[in-house]
Structures are given as structure tokens and as C-alpha cells.
């Protein structure tokens, strides 16, 4: 079945340090990768995505490569802020005969400290 | 724009009573779904809607039920809560155009529920 695996937490970084959040997949076709950001309180809201291999997506200094090769899409960012500190989501969609379903990982804290 | 709307933010129920969870969103999106959210467990699908009129069940959909009857609105039902669904509840709907699975799904900012 098609299923997301993501890097348990939490995760606790001081302020500026480089941040990596590892994510798996497994799914049948072609799917698109997605990473969802969780504020304390808030709804989930895109972070990123990427629709095939080799696409890099990138946003507010994160950035994640879909690996077809390794079914992989980690999360990285250079250089964290305390605002970083959220929970963070990885998703896929589109796999095959699922139409827009979306599977998502159970989540990664992030604290960063100042 | 107001996005995707929950009603109500927080609710507390005894074990056996009943309520409507309201979800509304305003981007004229085809697609609407209903999530748990439970520690250590990620989002799970409860149910989902294609359309106006459509429902369909999701990974965890019992004892729910849900309906689609304005394209903007779904709405979803505890008949008789049980302790098992403290969780929180998030909408997201989407949009069907372009390719399926590519379209990035919006969030509500959740219901807090409590069943006693």
C-alpha cells in the first residue's frame, strides 16, 4: 500500500543550526511530494512540494529533492530560527488509482532554542 | 478569503451525545475532507467528498457520517460520542484541476473535541 515514513522526534536544535528531517515513501505510480508545517495551535499549511523525480522544492530556506531512487524527501534547512519550531508534516498524493488522496507521516516536532 | 473555516474551535461532549462539526471554504474547491488528529498517529482520514451531493469513507470512519449538500460546506456528524474520538478534527479541501494528486490541500485550523 502507499504509506509515508518520516523521522521520529523530537527533534531539539539550537538556534542556526542545520536542520535535516528524513521522509520515505512507498507508492505505487507516480505520486507527488508534499511537506506540511504545523504552528502550535494552527492548522497544517504547505511547506514545499514537488510533483516528480528530481524536482527540488523549496520555500522559506527548506528545501527537499524527490529521490525516485531511494523514495525519499527529506527535509532540509540550512541555518534554523527559533520560528522554525513547529511540527512538521510529510505527505505524497497521486499515487496510483488514488486520485487526490493524500497519505501523510505522524509528524516530527522541531524545537529550536535560542 | 477567508480559506477554510472550522465551527466550533473547542467542544466538550459527555459519552452518548451528538454534534456537527462545520467545515466551509470559499476557494470553490471540488474536494473536501475530514481528518483526525491524534498524537503519534499523524492525520488519519475519517471521510471525504469529491463533489457536491458525494461522500466516501476514509481510513477511520466509524462512527462518523458526513454530508456534502453546498458545494462550500461538509459537515461532519458524531451520532453518539465516545471517549475514543477526543482527538482533533481538521478540514482541507482541494482542487480538482490538472493532474490528480498534485494539487496541495488547505487546511481549517481544527476543532478541539473533548468526550467525557
Known amino acids: 500500500g502507499n504509506s509515508v515514513t518520516q523521522m521520529e522526534g523530537p527533534v531539539t536544535l539550537s538556534e542556526e543550526a542545520f536542520l535535516t528531517i528524513n521522509c520515505t515513501y512507498t507508492?505505487?505510480?507516480?505520486?507527488?511530494l508534499f511537506w506540511y508545517v504545523q504552528y502550535p495551535g494552527e492548522g497544517l499549511q504547505l511547506l514545499l512540494k514537488a510533483t516528480k523525480a528530481d524536482d527540488k522544492g523549496s520555500n522559506k530556506g527548506f528545501e527537499a529533492t524527490y529521490r525516485k531512487e531511494t523514495t525519499s524527501f527529506h527535509l532540509e534547512k540550512g541555518s534554523v530560527q527559533v520560528s522554525d519550531s513547529a511540527v512538521y508534516f510529510c505527505?505524497?498524493?497521486?499515487?496510483?488509482?488514488?486520485?487526490?488522496?493524500?497519505?501523510f507521516g505522524t509528524g516530527t516536532s522541531l524545537t529550536v532554542i535560542p | 478569503n477567508a480559506g477554510v473555516t472550522q465551527t466550533p474551535k473547542f467542544r466538550v461532549l459527555k459519552t452518548g451525545q451528538s454534534m456537527t462539526l462545520l467545515c466551509a471554504q470559499d476557494?470553490?474547491?471540488?474536494?473536501m475532507y475530514w481528518y483526525r488528529q491524534d498524537p503519534g498517529m499523524g492525520l488519519r482520514l475519517i471521510h471525504y467528498?469529491?463533489?457536491?451531493?458525494?461522500?466516501a469513507k476514509g481510513e477511520v470512519p466509524d462512527g462518523y457520517n458526513v454530508s456534502r449538500l453546498k458545494k462550500q460546506n461538509f459537515l461532519l456528524g458524531l451520532e453518539s460520542a465516545a471517549p475514543s474520538q477526543t482527538s482533533v478534527y481538521f478540514c482541507?479541501?482541494?482542487?480538482?484541476?490538472?493532474?490528480?494528486?498534485?494539487?496541495?490541500?488547505?487546511f481549517g485550523p481544527g476543532t478541539r473535541l473533548t468526550v467525557l
Open positions: 507508492a505505487t505510480g507516480y505520486p507527488s
Open positions: 476557494m470553490n474547491h471540488e474536494y
Open positions: 505527505a505524497l498524493s497521486g499515487a496510483l488509482n488514488t486520485g487526490n488522496q493524500f497519505y
Open positions: 482541507a479541501s482541494s482542487s480538482q484541476r490538472g493532474l490528480a494528486g498534485r494539487n496541495e490541500q488547505f
Open positions: 467528498s469529491v463533489g457536491e451531493g458525494t461522500t
